[in-house]
């Protein structure tokens, strides 16, 4: 079956922008969690989403959101871009609360 | 609060045994996973523990102490291509918030 899919899977925004990161689940994966990767920081839990609700949030200001639709495919959104928000953003699916998430290849952002 | 801690990098030679630990947060926890991610790649699920003891799966087996707060992965007869960071994980909040460890970076000597 097909794996959780992230695109566009690299990004170069200007300071001040805003950027939207899609993520497609494995079929049937209800659950999408986003993480922020950063050499220095390691994985940084964004939010959760579980059938269209938030479920748990991070310690991310609010320029960092997201949404999740009713086919699971869910979006984040990063508005007022800084430098420090360059990163590597992962998305990782599961059925609800089982042990194994599986990642997508994430989103390489990169702020200038 | 709801953090991980684990050694920054490791050094093995191949062949041989390595085991990286990791220490955690008791509020909320529910398990610990375990994740292998390789330069460039996406995290890869290698185990989990929600109850004491060892779990084994091939060369790999990860284990927990709830009362220490406490787990460690074991990677036995260390091949090159075990060359790869590795970070525990500890689900959170009803287990559906996962916490990653900021990684071990595992080098492997000929």
């Known amino acids: 079956k097909a794996g959780v899919t992230q695109t566009p899977r690299y990004l170069i925004k200007t300071r001040g922008q805003q950027v939207t990161l899609s993520c497609s689940p494995i079929?049937?994966?209800?659950?999408v969690s986003w993480y922020q990767q950063t050499p220095g920081q390691g994985l940084q839990f964004l939010f959760e989403?579980?059938?269209?609700?938030?479920?748990n949030k991070g310690n991310f200001p609010g320029r960092f959101s997201g949404r999740q639709f009713s086919n699971s495919r869910s979006e984040m959104n990063v508005s007022t871009l800084e430098l420090g928000d360059s990163a590597l953003y992962l998305c990782?699916?599961?059925?609800?609360?089982?042990?194994?998430?599986?990642f997508g290849q994430g989103t390489r952002l990169t702020v200038v | 609060g709801q953090s991980l801690e684990q050694p920054s990098e490791v050094t093995a030679v191949e062949g041989a045994i390595v085991q990286i630990n990791c220490t955690y947060q008791?509020?909320?926890?529910?398990?610990l996973s375990w994740y292998q991610q390789h330069d460039g790649g996406a995290p890869t699920f290698l185990s989990y523990?929600?109850?004491?003891g060892l779990e084994e799966t091939g060369r790999f087996s990860s284990f927990l102490s709830r009362s220490d707060s406490y787990g460690y992965l074991l990677l036995q007869e260390l091949q090159m291509k075990d060359s790869a960071s590795y970070f525990c994980?500890?689900?959170?909040?009803?287990?559906?918030?996962?916490?990653f460890g900021s990684g071990t970076r595992l080098s492997i000597r000929p």
């Open positions: 523990n929600a109850l004491d």
């Open positions: 994980a500890g689900r959170y909040s009803s287990a559906s918030k996962i916490i």
């Open positions: 079929s049937g994966h209800r659950s």
């Open positions: 990782a699916s599961s059925f609800d609360r089982e042990a194994e998430a599986f």
């Open positions: 989403y579980f059938s269209e609700t938030q479920r």
């Open positions: 008791t509020s909320g926890f529910y398990g």
